[in-house]
Protein backbone atom coordinates (compact mmCIF):
# COMPACT_ATOMS: atom_id res chain seq x y z
CA UNK A 1 0.00 0.00 0.00
CA UNK A 2 1.81 3.21 -1.35
CA UNK A 3 0.50 5.57 0.61
CA UNK A 4 3.11 8.31 -0.65
CA UNK A 5 4.47 8.11 -4.39
CA UNK A 6 7.10 9.63 -6.37
CA UNK A 7 6.13 8.40 -9.88
CA UNK A 8 9.34 9.68 -11.14
CA UNK A 9 12.84 7.45 -10.02
CA UNK A 10 14.69 10.17 -11.50
CA UNK A 11 15.14 13.94 -13.04
CA UNK A 12 17.99 15.31 -14.80
CA UNK A 13 18.41 19.21 -15.43
CA UNK A 14 20.81 21.54 -16.58
CA UNK A 15 23.12 23.59 -14.03
CA UNK A 16 21.46 26.99 -13.30
CA UNK A 17 17.28 26.03 -14.62
CA UNK A 18 14.86 25.04 -12.13
CA UNK A 19 14.16 20.84 -10.77
CA UNK A 20 10.58 20.18 -9.89
CA UNK A 21 9.96 17.22 -7.90
CA UNK A 22 6.52 15.61 -7.56
CA UNK A 23 4.72 13.76 -5.01
CA UNK A 24 1.43 11.96 -4.55
CA UNK A 25 0.03 11.16 -1.52
CA UNK A 26 -3.06 8.86 -0.60
CA UNK A 27 -3.85 8.83 3.17
CA UNK A 28 -5.80 12.26 3.78
CA UNK A 29 -4.86 11.86 7.59
CA UNK A 30 -1.14 13.22 6.36
CA UNK A 31 -0.87 16.79 7.81
CA UNK A 32 3.05 17.63 8.22
CA UNK A 33 5.20 16.59 4.54
CA UNK A 34 9.05 17.05 4.93
CA UNK A 35 11.78 16.60 2.00
CA UNK A 36 14.84 14.74 2.71
CA UNK A 37 17.98 14.49 0.48
CA UNK A 38 19.82 11.53 0.20
CA UNK A 39 23.63 10.85 -0.94
CA UNK A 40 24.81 7.40 -1.36
CA UNK A 41 26.06 5.89 1.71
CA UNK A 42 24.33 8.23 4.06
CA UNK A 43 21.36 8.74 5.92
CA UNK A 44 18.65 11.17 4.91
CA UNK A 45 19.06 14.66 5.60
CA UNK A 46 16.00 16.64 6.72
CA UNK A 47 15.81 19.73 3.90
CA UNK A 48 12.32 21.02 3.87
CA UNK A 49 8.72 21.02 5.77
CA UNK A 50 5.21 21.90 5.06
CA UNK A 51 2.36 21.87 7.32
CA UNK A 52 -1.18 21.39 5.77
CA UNK A 53 -2.45 24.40 7.26
CA UNK A 54 -0.29 26.28 4.57
CA UNK A 55 0.26 25.65 0.62
CA UNK A 56 3.69 27.64 0.42
CA UNK A 57 6.97 27.05 2.47
CA UNK A 58 10.02 28.51 1.08
CA UNK A 59 14.21 28.16 1.87
CA UNK A 60 16.63 29.79 0.41
CA UNK A 61 16.37 28.00 -2.55
CA UNK A 62 14.25 25.38 -2.13
CA UNK A 63 10.31 26.01 -1.81
CA UNK A 64 7.46 23.23 -1.06
CA UNK A 65 4.10 23.68 -2.46
CA UNK A 66 1.06 21.83 -0.86
CA UNK A 67 -2.51 21.13 -3.18
CA UNK A 68 -4.31 19.05 -0.54
CA UNK A 69 -7.51 18.88 -2.46
CA UNK A 70 -5.04 16.74 -5.31
CA UNK A 71 -2.97 15.30 -2.58
CA UNK A 72 0.38 16.87 -4.23
CA UNK A 73 3.41 18.19 -3.13
CA UNK A 74 6.24 19.21 -5.07
CA UNK A 75 10.04 20.44 -4.52
CA UNK A 76 11.47 23.54 -6.50
CA UNK A 77 15.03 23.89 -6.53
CA UNK A 78 16.01 26.89 -8.89
CA UNK A 79 18.25 27.34 -9.48
CA UNK A 80 19.82 24.19 -9.51
CA UNK A 81 23.51 23.28 -8.55
CA UNK A 82 25.62 20.17 -9.27
CA UNK A 83 25.85 19.42 -5.27
CA UNK A 84 22.12 19.13 -5.71
CA UNK A 85 22.34 16.04 -6.78
CA UNK A 86 20.82 13.39 -4.59
CA UNK A 87 18.19 10.88 -4.09
CA UNK A 88 14.90 13.05 -3.17
CA UNK A 89 12.90 11.71 -0.40
CA UNK A 90 9.32 12.46 -0.01
CA UNK A 91 7.78 12.02 3.67
CA UNK A 92 4.38 12.51 5.40
CA UNK A 93 3.09 12.28 9.05
CA UNK A 94 0.03 12.70 11.23
CA UNK A 95 -0.07 14.80 14.17
CA UNK A 96 -0.23 12.65 16.96
CA UNK A 97 1.10 9.29 15.42
CA UNK A 98 5.02 10.06 17.19
CA UNK A 99 5.49 11.59 13.82
CA UNK A 100 6.69 8.04 12.23
CA UNK A 101 7.39 9.32 8.81
CA UNK A 102 5.92 7.36 5.37
CA UNK A 103 8.60 8.07 3.04
CA UNK A 104 7.93 7.87 -1.32
CA UNK A 105 10.80 5.49 -3.23
CA UNK A 106 12.62 8.58 -4.13
CA UNK A 107 13.33 10.71 -7.12
CA UNK A 108 17.14 10.24 -8.67
CA UNK A 109 18.18 13.96 -8.95
CA UNK A 110 21.18 14.46 -11.68
CA UNK A 111 22.00 18.24 -11.89
CA UNK A 112 24.39 18.30 -14.84
CA UNK A 113 26.91 21.03 -15.24
CA UNK B 1 25.92 21.02 15.05
CA UNK B 2 24.00 17.95 17.23
CA UNK B 3 24.22 15.02 15.24
CA UNK B 4 22.64 11.39 15.62
CA UNK B 5 25.51 8.47 15.51
CA UNK B 6 25.33 4.95 14.81
CA UNK B 7 27.55 2.13 15.12
CA UNK B 8 28.76 -0.20 13.34
CA UNK B 9 28.56 1.34 9.81
CA UNK B 10 28.89 -1.91 8.52
CA UNK B 11 27.67 -5.41 10.37
CA UNK B 12 28.10 -9.33 8.78
CA UNK B 13 26.23 -11.80 10.26
CA UNK B 14 25.44 -15.33 9.89
CA UNK B 15 21.72 -16.21 9.44
CA UNK B 16 20.03 -16.88 12.47
CA UNK B 17 22.76 -15.32 14.71
CA UNK B 18 21.83 -12.11 16.71
CA UNK B 19 22.63 -8.73 15.80
CA UNK B 20 22.63 -4.90 17.87
CA UNK B 21 22.39 -2.21 16.36
CA UNK B 22 23.71 0.89 17.83
CA UNK B 23 22.48 4.87 17.77
CA UNK B 24 23.20 7.40 20.20
CA UNK B 25 20.40 10.30 19.68
CA UNK B 26 20.67 13.89 19.94
CA UNK B 27 21.39 14.54 23.42
CA UNK B 28 17.91 16.50 23.68
CA UNK B 29 15.44 14.57 21.87
CA UNK B 30 13.00 12.68 23.00
CA UNK B 31 11.43 10.51 20.26
CA UNK B 32 13.33 7.68 18.75
CA UNK B 33 13.12 5.86 15.64
CA UNK B 34 14.55 2.88 12.93
CA UNK B 35 14.00 2.85 9.90
CA UNK B 36 15.41 0.34 7.13
CA UNK B 37 16.09 0.50 3.70
CA UNK B 38 16.78 -2.41 1.59
CA UNK B 39 18.99 -2.32 -1.47
CA UNK B 40 16.94 -0.22 -4.09
CA UNK B 41 13.66 0.25 -2.12
CA UNK B 42 12.13 2.74 -0.38
CA UNK B 43 13.14 3.43 3.28
CA UNK B 44 10.92 2.18 5.53
CA UNK B 45 8.96 2.70 9.21
CA UNK B 46 10.17 -0.05 11.77
CA UNK B 47 9.48 1.67 15.05
CA UNK B 48 8.91 4.60 17.34
CA UNK B 49 9.95 5.00 20.83
CA UNK B 50 8.98 7.47 23.02
CA UNK B 51 8.70 7.74 27.38
CA UNK B 52 10.92 4.26 27.63
CA UNK B 53 8.34 2.37 25.53
CA UNK B 54 7.35 1.36 21.89
CA UNK B 55 4.91 4.39 20.76
CA UNK B 56 4.18 2.89 17.28
CA UNK B 57 5.43 -0.25 15.01
CA UNK B 58 5.30 -1.91 12.03
CA UNK B 59 4.79 -4.99 10.59
CA UNK B 60 7.95 -5.34 9.61
CA UNK B 61 9.01 -5.31 13.30
CA UNK B 62 7.67 -8.35 14.26
CA UNK B 63 8.77 -11.12 17.33
CA UNK B 64 12.72 -11.33 16.02
CA UNK B 65 12.85 -7.52 17.19
CA UNK B 66 13.34 -5.79 19.90
CA UNK B 67 14.64 -1.92 20.93
CA UNK B 68 15.84 -0.76 23.77
CA UNK B 69 17.36 2.30 25.67
CA UNK B 70 19.47 0.88 28.47
CA UNK B 71 21.25 4.24 29.53
CA UNK B 72 19.55 7.23 28.70
CA UNK B 73 22.05 7.75 25.90
CA UNK B 74 21.56 4.42 23.81
CA UNK B 75 19.12 3.33 21.44
CA UNK B 76 19.62 0.03 20.02
CA UNK B 77 17.81 -2.12 17.56
CA UNK B 78 18.34 -6.01 18.86
CA UNK B 79 17.57 -9.21 15.67
CA UNK B 80 16.99 -11.90 17.97
CA UNK B 81 18.05 -14.37 14.54
CA UNK B 82 18.80 -12.91 11.62
CA UNK B 83 17.01 -13.76 8.10
CA UNK B 84 18.50 -12.83 4.83
CA UNK B 85 16.14 -10.72 4.01
CA UNK B 86 16.93 -8.84 7.16
CA UNK B 87 19.95 -7.08 5.05
CA UNK B 88 19.34 -3.42 4.32
CA UNK B 89 20.56 -0.02 5.57
CA UNK B 90 19.27 0.60 9.28
CA UNK B 91 18.90 3.98 10.07
CA UNK B 92 17.82 5.57 13.94
CA UNK B 93 16.58 8.97 13.86
CA UNK B 94 15.14 11.14 16.30
CA UNK B 95 13.39 13.83 17.00
CA UNK B 96 12.58 16.50 19.59
CA UNK B 97 10.27 17.92 21.89
CA UNK B 98 7.82 18.98 19.27
CA UNK B 99 8.51 16.56 16.57
CA UNK B 100 8.68 18.04 13.16
CA UNK B 101 11.15 17.13 11.28
CA UNK B 102 13.92 13.75 12.40
CA UNK B 103 17.48 13.71 12.23
CA UNK B 104 19.01 10.68 10.70
CA UNK B 105 21.91 8.73 11.49
CA UNK B 106 24.63 7.41 8.40
CA UNK B 107 23.12 3.90 8.94
CA UNK B 108 24.71 0.55 9.41
CA UNK B 109 24.43 -1.25 6.41
CA UNK B 110 23.40 -4.95 8.06
CA UNK B 111 24.69 -7.90 5.31
CA UNK B 112 23.34 -11.43 6.65
CA UNK B 113 24.92 -14.32 4.86
Known amino acids: DQQVKQNSPSLSVQEGRISILNCDYT??????FLWYKKYPAEGPTFLIS?????DKNEDGRFTVFLNKSAKHLSLHIVPSQPGDSAVYFCAASITGSARQLTFGSGTQLTVLP | EPEVTQTPSHQVTQMGQEVILRCVPI?????FYWYRQILGQKVEFLVS????????KSEIFDDQFSVERPDGSNFTLKIRSTKLEDSAMYFC???????????FGQGTRLTVV
Open chain 2, 27 to 31: SNHLY
Open chain 2, 93 to 103: ASCGLNPTEAF
Open chain 1, 50 to 54: ISSIK
Open chain 1, 27 to 32: NSMFDY
Open chain 2, 49 to 56: FYNNEISE
